[in-house]
């Protein structure tokens, strides 16, 4: 079965620095989403991405988070200049089509940032 | 604005019980409801999923029926194995934001042998 894949799974970094989480998202979809989940809160929508284009974004997305499908298969988000408050496990998703009811997202199974 | 609320665990039970998850939700309009199930060192993947009142949603023995008079979407299995040890998320999606979930906190789930 197609699956989403994240790499890494585990990310290190220093308060600062840029990171840049990479997903694969499953070949024939077309629509992209990041989420986020904090220890011990809940998962939270970052953003979504088609036809190379920002669809929708949270206010949690602000200047110093972007995202990127640098080549046909990868699908990234960078984060400019890392904050403590930005460690998380952050989730990648794709679906075929726009995400309604009748469309699934398939979601990868996280990378966790930890901001020291 | 939307929300969900699930009940927190861990929730721990033993082999062949009864589980309920609790789900409620505030949201304008009508929004699709779901539950997603995490397992270890995977990602989320759908579980069901309910468009409209008093839709039953159903897989792999798990059942969730929405109710739009106590806006909640409860998840229950009558016979838990080992293997359904996971994370449970209940999470909606609105027509005025298509793509985008709302997610509640996750529960944790245990079943011990």
């Known amino acids: 079965e197609p699956e989403v894949t994240q790499t890494p799974s585990h990310q290190v970094t220093q308060m600062g620095q840029e990171v840049i989480l990479r997903c694969v998202p499953i070949?024939?979809?077309?629509?992209f989403y990041w989420y986020r989940q904090i220890l011990g809160q809940k998962v939270e929508f970052l953003v979504s991405f088609y036809n190379n284009e920002i669809s929708e974004k949270s206010e949690i997305f602000d200047d110093q988070f972007s995202v990127e499908r640098p080549d046909g298969s990868n699908f990234t988000l960078k984060i400019r200049s890392t904050k403590l408050e930005d460690s998380a496990m952050y989730f990648c998703?794709?679906?075929?089509?726009?995400?309604?009811?009748?469309?699934?997202?398939?979601f990868g199974p996280g990378t966790r940032l930890l901001v020291l | 604005g939307n929300s969900v609320t699930q009940m927190e665990g861990p929730v721990t039970l033993s082999e062949e019980a009864f589980l309920t998850i609790n789900c409620t939700y505030t949201?304008?309009?009508?929004?699709?409801l779901f539950w997603y199930v995490q397992y270890p060192g995977e990602g989320l993947q759908l579980l069901l999923k309910?468009?409209?009142?008093?839709d039953k949603g159903s897989n792999k023995g798990f059942e969730a029926t929405y109710r739009k008079e106590t806006t909640s979407f409860h998840l229950e299995k009558g016979s838990v194995q080992v293997s359904d040890s996971a994370v449970y998320f209940c999470a909606l999606m609105t027509t005025d934001s298509w793509g985008k979930f709302q997610f509640g906190a996750g529960t944790q789930v245990v079943v011990t042998p």
């Open positions: 949201a304008s309009g009508y929004p699709s």
């Open positions: 309910a468009t409209k009142a008093d």
């Open positions: 070949s024939n979809h077309l629509y």
């Open positions: 998703a794709s679906s075929e089509a726009p995400g309604g009811a009748q469309e699934t997202q398939y």
